[in-house]
């Protein structure tokens, strides 16, 4: 297990004349997650920083591999990938600028529950992707916002032709329906995705929603800001495809590719704030992030590709659509691009935010 300590933190967001100052979350494969002050006008951090090993870092929250974060009224819940029993989901409460423990549960037990990556919260209930585990756990969430024990277990399963990756099942992601009717999750072992029926904090009625080509592996799921189309990305294939959600049924229309060197390494989707624009991060050869503009009938158009420091994991971008921040892990650092508006491009600020392997990035607003 990890030990939790409340760390003082300043305003999610203040401003002052034209600059906005967030509070930005980092997590990573490392001993805990940090935060920070980003200036999202300037593009850089303003803190002056408590932690040599992550300079600009004003506060960290000790615990094993936080790889993924979500953040929803008032509370962080962040996962613990660890391969064994150990493996944990964590809350803490975000009030009066500061952070305090609010609990956490095991993932690992009773079973199949290894290497949570991925944890998304609504309708009071949340929902942990556990990948090596090929399981998906639901919680509920309790009134002070912690997270009582293990609600349900889905189990997933193979079927993928790559026996190198999807011999065990594996799931990644899952994400709650804008409608709040439905919860979806990538089955990346049986290339397809997985639906539940919600009704209030109660979880039913598991089908398939689609099925992906083979060899698909789907990875992040990302809805617009419509709520009418769903984006899929492929980390084996190396594909993004667009569906249409209408009440829990999904419609592929278009399968596009973002990577052209066969990495298999496709990591995660972020759409701009303006809703014209798509990007994908892509690892393992030609590491980049590969930029679609978005029609209105929610299809995309490659426009062009940024390289990247190695291994590009998650990132994102910041809520004016000035910057995107990508979480390059083995560079050890966090690099800052600046956003053209007009066209969609990224280039490269020469910024850069030092730390141990970092894989997410996000914001406390």
Known sequence: MFYIFAAILPLVLTSCKDHQVLTMAVGTYSDGFYTYRFDASAGKVVSKGLF????????????????????????????????????????????????????SQLTGLPAGGEDPCYV??????????????????????????????LDSLLHSCAGGPDLSRQADPHVHCAIFTPDGKHLLFSEFSADRIGILDLDGQNASGYRCAAQLHSDYGPRHLLFDASGKH??????????????????????????????????????????????????????????????????????????????????????????????VLVACRDENAIEVYRRNAKTGLLKDTGKRINLEKPVYVGWLN
């Open 52 to 103: 040599p090993e992550a300079p600009g870092a004003f506060a960290k929250a000790p615990m094993p591999n936080p790889s993924y974060l979500t953040y929803k009224d008032g509370f962080v819940y962040a996962v613990s990938e660890m391969p064994d029993s150990t493996a944990a989901v964590a809350a803490w409460r975000f009030t009066n600028n500061s952070l305090s423990a609010a609990g």
């Open 120 to 149: 998304s919260a609504g309708n009071g209930l949340l929902a942990v992707a556990n990948y090596s585990g090929g399981t998906l756990s639901l919680y509920r969430l309790l009134p002070d916002g912690g997270i009582a024990p």
């Open 230 to 323: 769903l984006y899929v990305i492929g980390e084996l294939s190396g594909d993004v495809t667009v569906l249409d959600y209408s009440d829990g049924v999904l419609t592929a229309k278009q399968d596009i590719r973002a990577d052209r060197v066969d990495a298999r390494g496709a990591a995660d989707i972020h759409i701009s704030p303006d809703g014209k624009f798509l990007y994908a991060s892509l690892r393992l050869q030609n590491d980049g992030v590969a930029v679609f503009s978005i029609a209105e009938d929610g299809t995309l158009t490659n426009v062009g590709y940024q390289t990247t420091g190695v291994h590009p994991r998650n990132f994102n971008i910041t809520p004016d659509g000035r910057f």
